[in-house]
């Protein structure tokens, strides 16, 4: 790159903050002033590049370095022109003036005779001249001779006196003006290098070259094939190629860039292998196009245009409805307790998996250290060593920080009163839709027992059980409907929790006998007969049974009644 001046510097300035502009969407003065420097200092494109890349990317310093540049060609071509212009304009000033000078009459005047002239003899003898300037003068008189006889001959008669350069003419600027005050651009000569001139001269001569070939009389031959290429008559001069600056260590860098491209391919087709991405990219290069798809769909395929050559035989009941066959239901593999864990493991570890190659890929932020006072010094190292005062205060907030953290995520997972009621009612109560599970208990005496009589409700309703409770003499019922699980606590409850033993009641010849709780009857029934448990009391049998039969389970009460007269019975034989 040749170097400016600082006059065409400042012109070419404007230009390239409006091209920095247009490029970057905004002005940046930064860029602008290194751009001008690197056209100052004559750095080439790659230079350029260099360092605008500390200020940009380096594919965006490469594209500004090529428009800088475009626009440095384009100033030097305008100087180039306007240099050209300048010439041509003081050649024919040049020209009209030494027409001028021609026509003007110069008066000569005539030149003596040689008689009249005196003759370096006679000024000597005359003492006009010494013998030093007599010799000097003869030799002189010679010479004059010998010219007047090759000008008398014509020798010298072609030769062409060149003219004198016109006078320099300075205005009080000191700009150069010419005879008529008209500024005179004067023609600037740039420095080229002449390796250039070399390869201009190459490029003449090999044109020449090609002229001399004739390639139009060798093609209009018939036996020409114009595929082979005709080797000149003179081998040309193999002359030497150097390489341009910085050629190699562009292949360099731009081989080691390869390198690491295809070495961060492979990484990342190796996660992706591991991730199950790469299938899902194939699936999707697989993927039919919508071009494809768009396309009519034929009213028969070409494999049945052989056979139903005559047409459908049922087409009118051909429709566009798609009907697809029905999915196979597959019955739910159960698990072990030891095949959940397994599971359980297997699917925590492939999520660590997952977090661990995002980490190492850049796409998530790498956790911080869980920092505790046992390991302060193992992680920290010398930072705890430098300021342990200050070291400790972080490490205790990061603690607070991490059991505010479990507090509030505990808070959040824990129910509230409502929730924890919906819950505990949700697990006891049951389907009983396919079936509900009924229990009949007969108890000695239940009427004088008011805390047992309260457990037998309480838990009912906690269990979510209906039914009633029948109250008579030396026979009391507890019908109670639910679930399996129901029932199964509520039993406890009536044969083992309840100590019936401990009450003593009296028999009907009033002796004491201990209270007693019997299992009459457990099995299921299509529907509930009874709603929420109640307590109903009846002095004669027949209105317990006029109960049981208005909800339709009479034989509930026959069960239980002829069990109890079964039992005084046995108590009253000896």
């Given amino acids: 790159m040749s170097y400016l001046t600082r006059k065409e510097i400042d012109e070419m300035k404007p230009q390239i903050e409006k091209a920095v502009h247009k490029f970057l969407g905004f002005s940046e003065p930064a860029i602008v002033t290194t751009a001008v420097n690197c056209i100052t200092s004559g750095y080439d494109k790659r230079k350029t590049a260099d360092k605008l890349s500390a200020l940009l990317e380096d594919k965006k310093a490469s594209k500004l370095t090529e428009k800088i540049f475009t626009i440095y060609d384009d100033t030097k071509a305008s100087q180039i022109r306007q240099m050209m212009a300048n010439a041509q304009r003081e050649i024919e000033e040049r020209k009209r003036a030494l027409k001028a000078i021609k026509q003007e009459d110069v008066s000569i005047k005539p030149f003596k005779g040689r008689d009249t002239l005196p003759t370096v003899g006679s000024m000597y003898n005359q003492g006009l001249l010494s013998k030093t300037d007599s010799d000097k003068a003869r030799k002189i008189a010679a010479l004059q001779a010998q010219i007047r006889n090759k000008l008398n001959s014509g020798l010298l008669g072609n030769v062409n006196v060149p003219d004198k350069p016109t006078p320099l003419i300075l ?12 500024e005179v651009q004067l023609t600037q000569v740039v420095p080229t ?40 008559a003179m081998r ?146 010398t930072e705890a060593v430098q300021d342990p005062t200050k070291i400790e205060a972080h490490v205790r907030q990061q603690m607070a920080k991490r059991l505010k953290a479990h507090e509030d995520a505990n808070a959040a997972r824990r129910l509230t009163a409502d929730q924890r009621r919906e819950k505990k009612a949700r697990k006891l109560k049951e389907d009983t839709s396919l079936g509900v599970y009924v229990s009949v208990y007969r108890i000695r005496d239940l009427i004088n027992n008011a805390s047992k009589k309260f457990k037998v409700e309480t838990n009912a309703k906690q269990l979510y059980l209906t039914g009633c409770v029948m109250l008579f003499r030396d026979c009391n019922v507890v019908v109670v409907e639910g679930g399996a699980k129901q029932q ?33 009857w457990e099995g299921t029934s299509k529907q509930r007969h009874f709603g929420e448990i109640k307590f109903k009391v009846c002095p004669i049998e027949k209105m317990a049974r006029e109960h049981f039969k208005k909800h339709q389970v009479e034989h509930y009460w026959d069960l239980a009644y002829s069990g109890a007269v079964l039992d005084n019975t046995d108590e009253v034989r000896p």
């Fill in 171 to 182: 205005d009080e600027s000191g700009r150069t003006v010419d005879i008529t005050g008209k």
């Fill in 193 to 232: 290098l002449k390796a250039n001139i070399r390869a201009k001269k190459r490029e003449e001569f090999k044109a020449q070259l090609q002229e001399s070939k004739g390639p139009e009389e060798i093609q209009d031959t018939h036996f020409f094939d114009n595929r082979i290429g005709v080797k000149p």
């Fill in 236 to 381: 040309g001069k193999r002359a030497l190629k150097f390489h341009e600056p910085g050629k190699f260590q562009q292949l360099a860098e731009r081989m080691r860039m390869k390198t690491q491209l295809e070495k961060l391919q492979n990484e990342i087709s190796q996660i992706a292998r591991k991730t199950g991405i790469s299938s899902a990219t194939k699936l999707a290069l697989i993927a039919p196009k919508t071009e494809a798809l768009s396309e009519d769909v034929p009213n028969i395929e070409w494999w049945d245009s052989v056979i139903l050559t005559s047409g459908y035989p049922n087409e009118n009941e051909l429709t566009t409805i798609k009907t697809d066959p029905l999915k196979p239901i597959y019955m739910p593999v159960f698990l072990t307790k030891k095949e959940r864990k397994k599971l359980r493991r297997q699917n925590r570890r492939e999520t660590w998996k997952e977090e661990q190659e995002k980490i190492r890929l850049g796409l998530e932020a790498p956790p911080e250290p869980k920092l505790r006072i046992s390991n302060l010094m193992r992680v920290l190292g």
């Fill in 488 to 520: 199964a606590k509520y039993k406890r409850l009536m044969m083992h929790r309840i100590k019936w033993e401990e009450d003593i009641v009296k028999d009907n010849d009033g002796n004491d006998v201990p209270n007693r709780c019997v299992l009459v």
